[in-house]
């Protein structure tokens, strides 16, 4: 477990989801004839001029003002994605910029898969810990791509969180302890020159997502001396409907803990984002004094475990900052076509 | 001919094996079934497998089982007929022993499936079709099982719902068999509700394709000695062909292949089915159980799902099948599965069974390619 010299905690929180969804039962109808078993009901597609740039930076502006912090107080945006606009140019200068956190500051863009952010969030822990930093911005954000007709296809949503790392006595929530769990599994990956990521079907479950989240999950409690009963709320990676409940059930916890993180059957899989807006969801409502655990799992393979407690402070900001469940319900549904056009798909040359 | 023993069995479980290969699994199988026979060499091993070459881009199978079993330099061949391959396997090796050419061999049988996404799994396992006549129109192996169960539907007057007993009465048995890959139940309701994944068979009614090793060390009435006495002896052996592709059967819904293999190992056993007191049948595929039945002559014509719907299947029944959880729950890795076969079947003549123990004299295993390109049979008899 790794807890900095510097008690820490999360100052400010954000999330951002874009307005349009497909149904799962939409795409069904036109690549399965409207005969698949559907988990979910639709995820979240972004609009023509959105990408994972303006997806980060909205989350991002919401986190500042939740945090009621000034962007020039920020000494690190760090933005993890798996579908960054560039190959080699960062992303999370663009965001640094709109924000108001530059010039002086450090940026970078990570990337591990669905953890990415939660990644950032570790190291932005490090740097506020050591005492180099008092802010650091640590965001999980993307625009995910299926393959069309394929599986993942009802899943691979858009969808951005954005967290504000700061000293414990200005937290909403406060960092009891984290945990990373990682090893070479290669479940899901892409080379430089394919379009869509190749999927390791089976290979995904137990080896990978299963594995990973219950070893960090259960390290982290078990050097905190805590179990499933200790925690008022958990959220995990939501790759699917499934695949979270299941890991809770078997880390022993019921129903009304995961309750109000699991966002994915209405957003879909927002990947780097998932677990994010799963917390921010989770924090939109909590209590003061509540005991959170998160899990984030991106594939390749590897595990992040946050252990957070909730503040006094955490009821503030809730209004007029949009919280998760506003972007949830502001919804315009559009059929396969629109959908098509706005990912890209339809390519005319 | 000589006598033929089974004087040492080895079996990994059968499951995802994510973190081991097919030679690992050989190996341990193998090594397994000569600690048994407190033997650690033999004069040959056959090696039963598929798929070797497409699931995991290995040939020459045989003689890297029996290099990486401690076995380097023995004859060792790979024999492939489908999913009989296990059984053409032990077939072979029963050949060797009982024409007085060998004293002792070992057959184990290998396959490794899940190195490969499904739909790659999928396109390999049409190989055991006629790749020029049904292959090549997207016919795939389930689909045209899928095609005997709806004819058989049609002129039996059955249910979708009516074939759930052979897969509820495997998961039975298979709750037991600490070796099979799935331990739990299943309802008849459970049955109606799976998803189907080629109308009319369902994902509860299609057998798992799994990794797994399983052996077994045979020997002759000399080289076994005073073992003899105790030890399951093979006492009818048999393979036959028929036309591979479902089309150039003159009635697909009846197993020539399985009904030859059948009577010729009835006669040389001196036995007919009446004597048999479990069968492990291939059931891949409910339809194939009920045909199995069916023509191996346990059930008359279309009365092979009503055998299963009176309960005459189950461990209490007239014909006990499936009785370790078979193909179904115990798992298929294809190319192994006829050995499974034949372990289990000598754990039961053993007494060895636990609680899916069947007091039995007689046992059979048939074990099938494709739809029924290949069928070999063999029956074994218990010790006492």
Known sequence: ?349 | MRKVYVVGIGQTPVQEHWDRSARDLAADSTLQALEQAAIDKADALYVGNALSGELTGQEQVAALVADFAGLTGTEAVRVEAAGASGGAAVRLGYLAVASGVHDTVIVTGVEKMSDLPGPVVEEALVTSTDEEYEAIHGLSLVALHALLMRRYMHDFDLERSDFAHFSVNAHRNGVHNPCAMYRRPISVEAFERAKLVADPISLLDSAPAADGAATVILCSEDVAGDKARSSVEIIGSALATDAVALHDRPNPLFLRAAHQSAQKAYAQAGVGPEQIGIFELHDAFAILAALSLEACGFAGEGQGVRLAMEGEITLEGRIPISTMGGLKARGYPLGASGVYQIVELVQQLRSEAGANQVEARLGMAQSIGGTGGTAVTHILKSPH
């Not at chain 1, 050591?130 to 969808?159: C, F, K, N, V, W």
């Not at chain 1, 805590?226 to 959220?235: Q, R, W």
């Not at chain 1, 990676?237 to 890991?247: A, E, G, L, M």
């Open chain 1, 1 to 349: 477990m790794m807890k900095p010299l510097r008690d820490v905690g999360i100052v400010g929180y954000g999330a951002y989801l874009p307005r349009y969804r497909i149904s799962a039962e939409e795409i069904s109808r036109v690549w399965k004839m409207g005969e698949d078993n559907l988990h979910l009901e639709e995820k979240a597609v972004p609009g023509l001029d959105e990408d994972t740039t303006t997806i980060a930076i909205e989350a991002a502006r919401n986190a500042l003002r939740k945090a009621n912090l000034d962007g020039s107080k920020l000494s690190a945006i760090w933005l993890g994605s798996e579908s960054k606009p560039y190959s080699v140019k960062p992303t999370a200068t663009i965001v640094a910029e709109a924000v108001g956190a530059t010039p002086h500051t450090t940026a970078a863009d990570w990337e591990f898969a669905c953890k990415a952010g939660t990644e950032a969030m570790q190291a932005a822990i490090g740097l506020v810990g050591s005492g180099m930093a008092d802010y650091a911005m640590a965001i999980g954000a993307d625009t995910a791509q299926g393959r069309p007709g394929d599986q993942l296809e009802y899943t691979a949503a858009a969808g951005g969180a954005a967290f504000i790392v700061g000293p414990q006595e200005e937290s909403m929530a406060y960092l009891e302890g984290s945990h990373s769990y990682v090893t070479d599994t290669p479940d899901f990956f892409r080379r430089p020159n394919q379009q869509y990521p190749t999927h390791g079907n089976r290979f995904t479950g137990e080896p990978a997502y299963f594995t990973h989240t219950m070893m960090a999950a259960r390290q982290l409690m078990d050097e905190l001396g805590y179990g499933p009963e200790d925690y008022d709320k958990v959220v995990f990676h939501q790759p699917n409907s499934k695949f979270p409940v299941r890991v809770a059930e078997r880390l022993g916890f019921e129903e009304e803990q995961y309750r109000d993180g699991l966002l994915v059957p209405y957003v879909g899989n927002t990947y780097a984002a998932s677990s994010g807006i799963g917390l921010a969801a989770i924090l939109d409502k909590a209590d003061p004094g509540e005991r959170i655990l998160l899990a984030s799992y991106g594939s390749g393979a590897g595990s992040d475990a946050f252990s957070f407690v909730t503040t006094e402070q955490i009821t503030r900001g809730r209004n007029p900052i949009p919280l998760v469940s506003d972007y949830v319900r502001r919804r315009r549904q559009i059929d396969y076509a629109r959908y098509a056009r706005q990912r890209g798909k339809l390519v005319m040359y």
